[in-house]
């Protein structure tokens, strides 16, 4: 395996084709017959599988840890607001750099270095837990690293599923319900080592999740990688990506619908939700109810393993349709049994939308590009959910949560409209 160090994604000079991140062969002496790959579960693709969900499990629990850990040390609400802040504000501002260094210096690499960073910051973070949080700002410090370094790492996790597996929409069917189930039980043992006074040992289990998914990356072998041409600084790069993403009005549609959706949708329900159920059932209902949201999406990531439409956005338009149910039911009363109902299907609604559509960018977008459309469609879509979750307070206050939660719904449901009006989304086939 080339140098991780020295070698660089760039065009050879005699074929002009991508370099590889294999290491050169001898051209064998006689033609052997092809050997017969997984359509998932390859062996680069177990490696990466084990590496993801290894991320994924310790960017779950790092929120729940910091802030019970900040809590039960005698700290207040708004140093445990100002440290999420912390940590996603560098995520959401970022995400843009970590495209295009992705495409620069292959995923691969930037991944790696990002898992390397991350492991540095989890044990320092140990120590800061381990001996107190008496300086803030070495902990605000430190989760600006962790967010930054997510920054680095997310690009590139969408744009290796193509190189990894030949079924690109069963492998992200896989990866979901990992996403799912590590997004259940990341926070729930990250809670109980904090119950127990061990913050620190929710960094040091993070920390080597890390060291786990570096390795992991490390054993990949890629071959042939998708590289832009050589030259071209950071702006003209960034450029390039923007041009890539508005080409494409399927894809910028998506997103301009989307960040209607967060904001006024998806971005509120959770604490606005929370304000309703958890004075009225506590918090261990609202825990459960979402328990079943992470189910439902289990079931949801596991469904678009098989299911394979002609037409995918249209086929998770039609699932997003299960999302109005759980704030209609708050509002409307429903029993804890229903409510968990609803959140199932819309979990489930959620998992094969998110399926779909991760698979129609990663199979319809160019390799030498992949990296930063994937960024600009990361910061459209998931850089507004602060936003409208910073709004739901303010707007819960002045309108009252069920105004709020019926908006949501409505929302919704326009979002569910506007993607099977638009033609260019309705009719994207698959590839």
Known sequence: MDDLLTHRPCETPATGT????????????????????????????RYYFTARSAGLLSWAMLPVAVSAGLLSGGHGLDTAGYAMAFLVGPFAGLVLFGGVLADRFTARRMMIAADLANLTAHVLLALLFLHGVDRLWQLYALLVVAGTANAMFQPGAGSTVPLVARDVQGANGVLRTSEALTGLGGP???????????????????????????????????????????????????????????????????????????????????????????????????????????????????????????????????????????????????????????????????????VMWATSVQTQVPGEVLNRVH?????????????????????????????????GAVVALLTTTALLTARPIRTLARV
């Not at 127990?196 to 890390?210: E, F, K, N």
């Not at 050589?230 to 619908?257: D, K, M, P, Q, T």
């Not at 709004?391 to 939660?405: K, N, Q, Y």
Request: hydrophobic share 55%; aromatic share 10%; with cysteine.
């Open 188 to 354: 729930a043992l990250a809670g109980v080592l904090v119950g127990l006074g061990d913050t620190a040992w929710v960094m040091v289990i993070s920390a080597v999740a890390y060291g786990t998914s570096a390795v992991c990356l490390f054993a990949l072998r890629l071959g042939t990688v998708p590289a832009p041409p050589a030259g071209g600084g950071l702006w003209h790069n960034l450029a390039v990506g923007w041009r890539e993403f508005r080409a494409r009005s399927w894809l910028w549609g998506v997103i301009a619908i989307w960040m209607v959706f967060a904001v006024l949708s998806w971005g509120p329900q959770l604490s606005v939700a929370a304000g309703v159920i958890v004075p009225e059932h506590g918090a261990t209902a609202f825990g459960l109810l979402n328990c079943a949201l992470g189910a439902g999406t289990v079931a949801g990531g596991l469904l678009a393993i098989r299911y394979k439409p002609a037409r995918p956005l249209a086929a998770g338009a039609v699932a997003m349709l299960a999302f109005p149910l759980y704030p209609l039911g708050i509002v409307l009363g429903w029993p804890l049994w229903l409510l968990a109902g609803a959140q199932v299907a819309v979990g489930a609604g959620t998992g094969v939308w998110g």
């Open 18 to 45: 991508p370099a590889t991140d294999a290491p050169p062969t001898e051209a064998p002496l006689a033609e052997a017959p092809p050997t017969p790959q997984p359509a998932i579960w390859s062996r680069n693709f």
């Open 375 to 407: 960024a600009y469609e990361v910061a459209g879509s998931v850089g507004m959910y602060p936003i409208g979750s910073a709004l739901a307070g303010p707007a819960a206050h002045a309108f009252g949560t069920d105004s709020v939660l019926l908006l």
